[in-house]
């Protein structure tokens, strides 16, 4: 009986030792980074660190300096305290209890990087590169058939048709017109066709003359979007901005658009549908293309839209810019976020960061955030669509963006770093060359 036990008990330690090996080793991330100048508090752990890295950068960690590859032993309870004071990246290996190899960690070491927060009502102009197909139908001809020639020759939703019979295609209204000519002449059509998966294939079918005399191939296209959102960031030495902290996709699809051109443009706000448990509410705004243009879309990806400015806009909240978080200076508590609910003004409200997720790669859901402001829950409900890319503040720096709603507890959502979206432009490699 004894000896049964004993095995139990050892089995249950070894199964204790792994869950608790492969829960730090995943709790960890596999790189941090850091700001130059600053100390940043990482994680607490029984280890020895192994310190790896160019020699020209040197970090301090818990006050004694590294230059060159060498050994630091850390006592139980002591945590990691780095300090870096050039720009670089030095790679980290941890032991456990200085015996087992756990993980490589690679510090990033930033410089100081400051932008206004934003908080602005913008409208988004988007054009697509190419036409996309949002929707399959049939075309009835003249005799009451009904024919389907886009669908018998394989074009799917989400596919996007750039160009026709060599002839480059960015307009809907340029296409309709093409099919058109090219039908009335007995010609038959060929497409160049990009698919939801990237891939060029060209696409040959005919189309049908219906019963209005206007030839068709049964599909629904569009070449573009337009919408309200909000401005994240902008910097006023290079002029360049970032809004959303999301990608913009075609709604039938939900594909991300190519830019072919884009602008943004002053917006006010003009109303709100308040959000509920499983129905978003949404900011109602209005705008022109003849209203002041903020500035050109030069990229749409998963982190939000950028390009460069043609005004500089205004938060009366700041005067000066503030510096940019790196992810390992974001804490769990109270912080600030700036939108607007009416007009244009921007306001500041309450919101309280829950959870941080310690991403060691670029992704778009870093944060959970929580509306705190009873007026703003008044107001709205909680986060609505069109208050993505609403920056967030905290201790003084910007450390994110307000991106999705949880539709079934609106007073909540996901936020993303505002380090991953700093990344997205020019200004890190600016800040980078004057630092060195």
């Known amino acids: 009986m004894r000896k049964k036990i004993g095995i139990v008990f050892l089995f249950g330690l070894i199964l204790f030792l792994i869950s608790f090996y492969f829960i730090l080793f995943y709790q960890i991330p596999g790189s941090f980074s850091l700001i130059k100048g600053e100390e940043t508090f990482l994680f607490e752990f029984p280890f020895n660190l192994s310190i790896n890295g160019e020699r020209d950068i040197s970090l301090e960690i818990n006050g004694r ?85 886009a669908r018998e020759a394989g074009i799917e939703v989400g596919d996007t048709i750039l160009e026709i019979n060599g002839s480059e295609i960015n307009d809907k209204l340029k296409l309709a017109s093409n099919i058109q000519k090219i039908a009335e002449q007995g010609l038959p059509l060929s497409l160049k066709i990009k698919t939801q998966q990237g891939k060029l294939r060209a696409v040959n079918l005919k189309a049908v003359e219906n019963k209005q005399g206007i030839y068709m191939i049964g599909l629904y296209v569009d070449d573009g979007v337009a919408g309200v959102g909000t401005l994240t960031f902008y910097e006023t030495e290079k002029k360049e901005y970032g809004a959303l902290g999301h990608e913009i996709t075609e709604a039938n699809s939900n594909n991300r658009i190519e830019v072919r051109e884009g602008k943004i443009i002053e917006a006010k706000i003009s109303g709100i549908n308040s959000g509920k448990k499983g129905l978003p509410g949404e900011k109602l705004g209005t705008f022109f293309q003849t209203d002041n243009v903020i500035g050109d879309i030069v990229t749409n990806n998963k982190f939000g839209i950028y390009g460069n400015l043609h005004t500089i806009p205004n938060n009366p909240y700041f005067s000066e810019p503030v510096p940019v978080a790196a992810i390992s200076q974001v804490k769990t508590g109270p912080a600030k976020m700036y939108t607007v609910v009416n007009d244009g003004v921007i306001e500041e409200f309450d919101v309280n960061i829950e959870r941080i997720y310690q991403q060691s790669y670029p992704g778009d859901k870093g944060l959970i955030i929580s509306i705190i402001d009873q007026r703003l829950k008044e107001m709205t409900g909680g986060i609505i669509q069109g208050m993505s890319g609403s920056p967030i503040v905290q201790n003084g720096r910007m450390v994110g963006a307000v991106t999705h709603v949880f539709v079934n507890e609106p007073t909540k959502g996901y936020g993303v770093f505002a380090e991953w979206m700093l990344l997205q432009t020019g200004i890190y490699e600016m800040n980078r060359a004057s630092n060195f």
């Open 65 to 149: 300096t590294i230059n060159n590859i060498d050994d630091i032993s850390l006592n139980p309870g002591n945590g990691l305290k780095v300090k870096a004071n050039q720009i670089g990246k030095v790679s980290m290996d941890l032991k456990l209890f200085g015996i087992f190899p756990f993980k490589s960690i690679t510090v990033n070491v930033l410089p100081e990087i400051k932008v206004f927060p934003g908080g602005q009502a913008i409208g988004v102009l988007l054009r697509s590169k190419g036409v996309m197909v949002v929707g399959k139908s049939f075309v009835e001809s003249k005799n009451g058939h009904r024919y389907y020639p």
